[in-house]
């Protein structure tokens, strides 16, 4: 099955610097790769996704790059800011094989004001 | 849409009760997940159904618990009986499995076994 590796565990910047979280994955059938950001005591929220035909998709202050030959991909944050702090987690999945999403293990972001 | 619901929001119960938690997926959702967060083991999937059927139970801890989804709007996962080390927050999530993936997280259950 899947297996999602994610590093760093724990990231702490200064606001304003940029935040790069990595993950690799096993399966190369995999083509679908979410992020989630969870805050304190909340849900893990959707804040962007990859699929397999597209190298980079940006949003905002939020980007993440997928390379399929080396299976990983990474979540770039700029202009951090304070309420950036959260964990987040990568995931991936066979998109529509109604396989589960496997998830990494969290980087807990901090932003130092 | 009202998203994900999950009731209770909290659970505090006794070593030895039976514990069931509720969740309601998105209207037009396939796929329902259930997943138990703890500071230790992170984020694990219990089990999910896609059309009503249980699909992977792999995740289940034990035979203490047990999940059912009798209908499109409907889920259960039951603990029975309960013990102090499966305090967490237990997490639904519903998606629309058709090449779209993308899972909803509802607001989770704090349950704390005494």
């Known amino acids: 099955g899947e297996n999602v590796e994610q590093h760093p565990s724990t990231l702490s910047v200064q606001e304003g610097d940029s935040a790069v979280i990595k993950c690799t994955y096993s399966?190369?059938?995999?083509?679908?790769f979410p992020w989630y950001k969870q805050e304190l005591g909340k849900r893990p929220q959707l804040i962007i996704d990859i699929r397999s035909n597209v190298g980079e998709k940006k949003d905002q202050r939020i980007a993440v790059t997928l390379n399929k030959t080396a299976k990983h991909f990474s979540l770039h944050i700029t202009e951090t800011q304070p309420e950036d702090s959260a964990v987040y987690f990568c995931a991936a999945t066979v998109s529509g094989s109604a396989r589960q999403l496997t998830f990494g293990s969290g980087t807990q972001l901090t932003v130092l004001p | 849409d009202a998203g994900v619901i999950q009731s209770p929001r909290h659970e505090v119960t006794e070593m030895g009760q039976e514990v069931t938690l509720r969740c309601k997926p998105i209207s037009g959702h396939n796929s329902l997940f259930w997943y138990r967060q703890t500071m230790m083991r992170g984020l694990e999937l219990l089990i999910y159904f896609n059309n009503n059927v249980p699909i992977d139970d792999s995740g289940m801890p034990e035979d203490r618990f047990s999940a059912k989804m009798p209908n499109a709007s409907f889920s259960t996962l039951k603990i029975q009986p309960s013990e102090p080390r499966d305090s967490a927050v237990y997490f639904c999530?519903?998606?629309?499995?058709?090449?779209?993936?993308?899972?909803?997280f509802g607001p989770g259950t704090r349950l704390t076994v005494l």
């Open positions: 399966d190369s059938a995999s083509n679908y």
């Open positions: 999530a519903s998606s629309f499995q058709r090449g779209i993936d993308t899972q909803y």
